[in-house]
């Protein structure tokens, strides 16, 4: 009897290792699907209902070009998760009048008018617009976005010289033995070195003051939709260089993603250390959208341990699992992600949980009673009156949740709750069945199962437990004792992708890279997650997968194949003699015209 306690303590903690969501509000879906498709198309026209009829963009474009660009996005997903072509049309004038307007305004290829990560909004709503809808248009809107911050995305040759024209202070060329190549800043400002951190992209642009800071996720998303779309080479190496720089640079010891880090040759690698939502949201969607160009499994590992430390966390979340305040970033980075299939299959349920619980917060706690207007705080109270990221924010909620079909449950003990989203928009689901005594129940169950009295079955199976779980520990310290390095096989075979020394390709060639793994660690969620490279690496250590073996012209020439149509090169920036706000030059980009 004396081991009574110890038994019980084994009991409860490989319950409680076994999802994340032990505690977590409301984590299934029981409203359908064509309910929720319903409910995000309200919301979505009570946004746009608020844009200007002129230019198609919210009031003050100044100050609410990004949230523009959000929407449009949105609007393309909506449509893409519905499989349907409602806001087409839409899309197509929207585009055009904002073009028109912001370039009446003196800004180009959505660029805007100081804060550059909004302008690529745009970009990741045209790439979805033209996954969607197939109309080349959108493929052009969002290659002359990627090619606007081109000039603001540091290369290797520009740390070389400690400089960059759209600058004026110099670079770092490292910080704790990476290479700062691949970085990209948020601001077009070029005489003033501080640079808001926010997460460049993101569904909604916040605005955290720190002093130059450079970020990379929204350009990294933009550059691996663009390969994902068109197989070129010149995206997936750009995303790839990106992705690199977030890993060796904006990971803490947790495996979150940071706000940011100084590339201002003076701040001794700053790094702005606030853990943001959103942050880890669009590097989920960047590193899910990169496996599903590559079929890698290196990025599985890293989307496992990232959402895993995402769902762990409480610096946006309590028991609940409510993100706090409410942000769409983390809801649409693990849409992408459940959608490619791009996690393992355990933490695909988590996910499909993790989403349940955002839309039902968002439905029963945000929404305004009898409207269609969402406050900002998914926690509550309720939404009065328009706000529009609050509006924007539950938008992404709720869209993301008709990325999860109906609800189901299965007699499998490892099936999902929720059967994969149906090609067809009309798919419907079987009725649940009776649950089995033998069917796997949810974690509150079996644990209120044992508590209410299934003392003899409860004591047989911790017993079971208990002997397994001590295997299980003396396996792992032995593998802690044996593994030589944190990050062993991560060794970096990419070389710096400059514009002028590598030609581009159409078709992105298959790789590999070495996939072993840390060991796994028993704190959290008893999930592997992967900490920050240690700060002693060397940089050819970087988290980088190598891109595809390019073509040279030489070898074309002497193979008989024909010529490349393009070489990667940065666009002609303009700068002023006053060295004011630089602008591409080549903006139509007409060598990239789609067929």
């Given amino acids: 009897m004396l081991l009574l306690p110890f038994i019980w303590a084994a009991v409860v903690a490989r319950v409680a290792s076994q999802s994340p969501g032990s505690s977590w509000r409301k984590p299934n879906l029981t409203t359908s699907r064509e309910n929720r498709i319903a409910l995000a198309q309200r919301a979505i026209s009570q946004a746009v209902s608020q844009f200007n009829g002129t230019n198609s963009m919210f009031p003050d474009p100044s100050n609410t070009y990004g949230l523009t660009g959000a929407v449009y996005s949105q609007l393309a997903e909506f449509d893409q998760l519905t499989t349907q072509s409602k806001y087409a049309d839409d899309l197509g004038r929207y585009y055009s009048s904002a073009k028109t307007a912001l370039e009446q305004s003196g800004t180009k290829n959505f660029s805007g008018f100081y804060v550059l990560n909004f302008g690529l909004n745009f970009g990741h709503g045209a790439i979805v617009a033209y996954k969607a809808y197939n109309e080349p248009v959108f493929l052009d809107y969002a290659i002359q976005s990627w090619w606007a911050a081109v000039p603001y995305t540091i290369t290797q040759a520009e740390l070389n010289l400690g400089a960059m024209a759209s600058k004026s202070f110099d670079l770092s060329p490292s910080c704790q033995g990476a290479t700062m190549a691949g970085g990209a800043f948020w601001s077009k400002d070029l005489e003033n070195p501080e640079i808001v951190v926010i997460a460049t992209g993101c569904v909604i642009p916040s605005l955290y003051n720190v002093t130059a800071y450079v970020d990379d996720s929204g350009f990294f998303i933009l550059s691996a939709l663009l390969a994902e779309a068109t197989s070129n080479v010149l995206y997936l190496s750009a995303a790839i ?355």
């Fill in 241 to 595: 260089e990106s992705m690199s720089f977030i890993r060796s640079h904006l990971y803490n010891a947790q495996g979150l993603v940071l706000d940011g880090i100084s590339a201002r040759a003076n701040d001794s690698c700053a790094i702005g250390g606030g853990l943001m939502s959103y942050n880890s949201g669009l590097m989920i969607e960047g590193l899910a959208v990169l496996y599903s160009v590559s079929k890698n499994t290196s990025y599985i590992n890293m989307l496992d341990e990232l959402i895993s430390a995402s769902f762990a966390t409480t610096s946006w979340q309590n028991s609940t699992g409510i993100i706090q305040p409410g942000d769409g970033s983390i809801p649409r980075g693990l849409t992408a992600a459940y959608l490619r299939n791009a996690t393992s299959p355990s933490v695909r349920l988590s996910i499909a949980s993790y989403l349940a619980v955002q839309y039902n917060a968002v439905v029963d706690l945000a929404k305004q009673n009898g409207g269609d207007v969402y406050g900002g705080d998914w926690h509550g109270p309720a939404g009065v009156t328009f706000d529009t990221s609050s509006q924007i924010n539950a938008i992404q909620a709720l869209i993301s949740s008709i990325a999860l079909d109906e609800p189901v449950l299965s007699s499998s003990p490892s099936a999902s709750n929720f059967s994969f989203l149906s090609s067809s928009p009309t798919a419907t689901a079987s009725a649940p069945p009776s649950p089995s005594p033998k069917a796997k129940t949810s974690i509150g169950g079996l644990v209120g199962g044992i508590i209410a009295g299934v003392a003899v079955l409860a004591l047989l199976l911790a017993l079971l437990l208990c002997w397994r779980w001590k295997q299980r520990q003396s396996r792992l310290q032995m593998a802690s004792l044996v593994s030589p390095h944190p990050v062993v096989g991560m060794v970096d075979a990419f070389t710096s992708f400059h514009p002028s020394s590598h030609s581009a390709s159409q078709t992105a060639s298959s790789r590999s890279a070495s996939e072993s793994r840390n060991p796994k660690r028993a704190d959290n969620l008893g999930i592997p997650v992967r900490g920050a490279p240690l700060r002693s690496l060397s940089s050819s250590e970087s988290w980088a997968v190598p891109p595809p073996t390019l073509i040279s012209e030489t070898t074309r020439s002497s193979s008989g194949l024909p010529p490349l149509p393009l070489k990667r090169h940065v666009p002609n920036v303009a700068v002023s003699p006053t060295r004011e706000d630089p602008e591409v030059a080549n903006e139509e980009l007409p060598e990239y015209r789609a067929a």
